[in-house]
């Protein structure tokens, strides 16, 4: 059973390479994650985002390698964390369908919260939704938008056009 190894990037302070350009694991297979800090920090947040565009928190590593994850709880049985010289990593221990998604890493530096790209995960023959959730909104609400003022304008003009309305002279002279 072969491991699947991935390094993520955070913009500015983080920098990462693909171990792996597969990052499409097999059932119940280990999955390693490293992002690499190429500064002083305060430590690691890992965050996972499902497919429903939920985000969901995982680990905070500390520089000093102390781990806390969701829970407040120093272990957990499906992920696995930690630090190496300015690596910090995350291990799902057994690659399960609700781990697909996208795994971001984030760092807080002088009190900003940066995030990484991301790492999509997916099983194979799974295709990513090209547009998200928030894409979406910003095309359909206003397209929806336009189309009920067209049909006001033309309920309006059919309205205007049919009815003798006092206003419009008979044209009668």
Not at 94 to 114: A, R
Not at 115 to 129: A, D, L, N, T, Y
Not at 136 to 152: G, H, Y
Request: net charge neutral.
């Amino acid at each position: 059973q072969q491991n699947l190894q991935v390094i993520m990037v955070l913009p500015l302070h983080l920098t990462s390479h693909p171990m792996d350009s597969a990052t499409q694991p097999q059932m119940g297979q280990r999955l390693d994650l490293r992002c690499e800090s190429s500064n002083e920090d305060s430590g690691v947040y890992w965050v996972h985002q499902d497919k429903a565009g939920t985000l969901r928190f995982i680990v905070f590593i500390s520089s000093l390698s102390r781990t806390t994850f969701a829970g407040n709880t120093r272990t957990s049985k499906r992920f696995e964390a930690g630090k190496d010289s300015m690596f910090y990593w995350l291990v799902v221990k057994s690659f399960m369908p609700q781990d697909e998604g996208n795994y971001f890493c984030l760092i807080n530096i002088n009190q900003v919260l940066y995030f990484s790209s991301g790492q999509p995960v997916f099983f194979p023959g799974h295709k990513e939704k090209e547009l998200d959730f928030l894409c979406d909104i910003f095309i359909w609400v206003p397209l929806t938008a336009a189309c009920f003022l067209l049909l006001i304008a033309l309920a309006i003009t059919v309205i205007l056009v049919r009815c003798p309305c006092p206003w419009q002279g008979t044209g009668n002279g």
